[in-house]
């Protein structure tokens, strides 16, 4: 009976957990060999055979087209002298992408339509094309980046393009038929459910985190490698066989989850599809607004697949892609920190809100508002581009009646909130004034925002 022994072997170019499942499924194809402890942390493979190691020409061999280097002793990381051209490359690409977010989401686009649960389905369309370059793009657009890497990483050779566009092709069609069955189900239910704030902030704050790691891993953190949430090694392996459908269905199941992602825009049809009250426009209003958002989402995964093609490129794709990972959850973080009234990078466009928070002074007559029937009357119009004005002084303990004008909003922007001074929010109506009660009882300054945060102002309570 022949005795089994162990051998380390070092691999270079072995950069995520898919890169060890690969590893480990060629590995233990070849004769002898019994189990593979593959490890991205210290880029080792260990190998448990019977009579004779594999040679490492013959691993290198096996691995070429994966650009999988094996050898017995660790790799010599080589000083490459166009470094520094790279990362000014994947900083400028990856900048060029943010400001131009920015941009879209500061320009007022979405404010050319406003959406209704009476709305024809082609309005429907054009609010999930909008959904594809604003707010949506942070949370689904991270999701795509960092699954178009790991399929390319997981099936290098999967031959033609139209094979590689085929998990991008399913997570849209994932999308497109989830979106279409649940607002059937929405607009079946009508009125009974209702999402709270406090659950959508956890729920964005989490794939926020998750988000962060991602993209930390795509910049080659390997410290942070070992923290991947992952299913069990043998769920992964079966599914990641060839025989067992390659893993293909995972891009399908993704794009159908991703329905319960909160999107401003999203759970805006979400909810117009609630209110419809008619499952079958329900589940057309939640389908026409999945086809609006496919162009974007689209494009970016065949942009990640031509990159993906070259092995330089494809070094450079992933890591703009884990810094744009990283800026859409802190995007989205720092949106939750608005939403939840908390200082934020925001703080810097609110007039007064550091001194006011050190040091509550009384308000000159000049700076508070008139008081109509014993009420402070304060105005404001809402729009997709933010509040105007976006600052009020109010005095303690005297109530407050708010009237929001909405002079153009859609999304997240439809309703306010300001969680720390009353607990529920105060939706808009595109061209009606809504009003809102409330007496302030302490000295401070509040913030309030629409409900996902991405536009916010404040209050100014004093003596």
């Given at each position: 009976?022949?005795?089994?022994?162990?051998?380390?072997?070092?691999?270079?170019?072995?950069h995520c957990a898919s890169c060890e499942l690969l590893i480990e499924k060629k590995l233990l194809e070849l004769k002898g060999v019994k189990s593979i402890e593959a490890s991205t942390t210290n880029n080792q493979v260990l190998i448990e055979f019977e009579n004779e190691a594999p040679k490492i020409n013959e691993l290198n061999k096996i691995f070429k087209q994966e650009n999988y280097t094996f050898s017995d002793t660790p790799p010599v990381k080589i000083e490459n002298v166009s470094e520094k051209n790279n990362w000014a490359i994947i900083l400028g690409s990856a900048l060029f992408v943010i400001i131009a977010f920015v941009l879209l989401s500061k320009s007022g686009i979405a404010g050319a339509i406003?959406?209704?649960?009476?709305?024809?389905?082609?309005?429907?369309?054009?609010?999930?094309?909008?959904?594809?370059?604003?707010?949506?793009?942070?949370?689904?657009?991270?999701?795509?980046?960092?699954?178009?890497?790991?399929?390319?990483?997981?099936y290098p050779n999967n031959g033609s393009k139209s094979k590689k566009a085929q998990p991008h092709i399913m997570f849209n069609l994932g999308r497109i038929i989830s979106y279409a069955i649940f607002g059937f189900i929405l607009g079946a239910i009508g009125g009974t459910i209702q999402i709270s704030f406090t659950f959508t902030t956890i729920l964005i704050i989490a794939v926020s985190i998750i988000m962060v790691f991602l993209g930390l891993q795509m910049l080659g953190v390997k410290k942070l490698r070992r923290f991947q949430i992952t299913m069990p090694k043998f769920i992964t392996r079966y599914a990641a066989n060839e025989l067992n459908f390659k893993g293909k269905y995972m891009p399908f199941i993704m794009g159908a989850l991703t329905?319960?992602?909160?999107?401003?825009?999203?759970?805006?049809?979400?909810?117009?599809?609630?209110?419809?009250?008619?499952p079958i426009q329900g589940g057309l209003i939640m389908l026409f607004f999945a086809l609006g958002t496919v162009p974007t989402l689209f494009v970016i995964g065949l942009s990640s697949i031509k990159l993906s093609s070259k092995p330089h490129w494809s070094n450079r794709f992933s890591k703009v892609a884990g810094i744009l990972v990283i800026f859409f959850a802190l995007f989205n973080f720092n949106s939750q920190l608005n939403a939840m009234g908390i200082p934020s990078l925001s703080n810097i466009n609110l007039k007064g809100i550091f001194s006011a928070n050190k040091n509550p002074a009384s308000a000159q007559a000049k700076d508070l508002p008139p008081i109509v029937n014993g009420e402070q009357v304060i105005k404001m119009d809402a729009s997709v581009n933010g509040y105007s004005p976006?600052?009020?002084?109010?005095?303690?303990?005297?109530?407050?009646?708010w009237e929001i004008t909405d002079t153009g909003t859609s999304g997240c922007t439809n309703a306010v909130i300001a969680r720390k001074l009353f607990s529920d929010a105060i939706n808009l109506i595109p061209g009606q004034t809504s009003v809102k009660e409330f007496t302030p009882t302490q000295v401070g300054t509040y913030k309030f925002s629409c409900w996902m945060g991405m536009i916010n102002g404040s209050i100014e309570v004093v003596n």
């Open positions: 009976m022949s005795q089994t022994k162990e051998h380390i072997y070092y691999v270079k170019g072995m406003n959406v209704n649960s009476k709305s024809s389905l082609p309005a429907f369309l054009v609010l999930g094309l909008l959904a594809g370059v604003s707010s949506c793009a942070a949370l689904v657009g991270g999701l795509v980046l960092s699954m178009s890497k790991q399929w390319n990483e997981l329905f319960f992602l909160p999107c401003g825009f999203t759970i805006t049809a979400q909810g117009l599809a609630l209110l419809s009250g008619n976006n600052h009020f002084k109010l005095k303690v303990n005297i109530p407050v009646r």
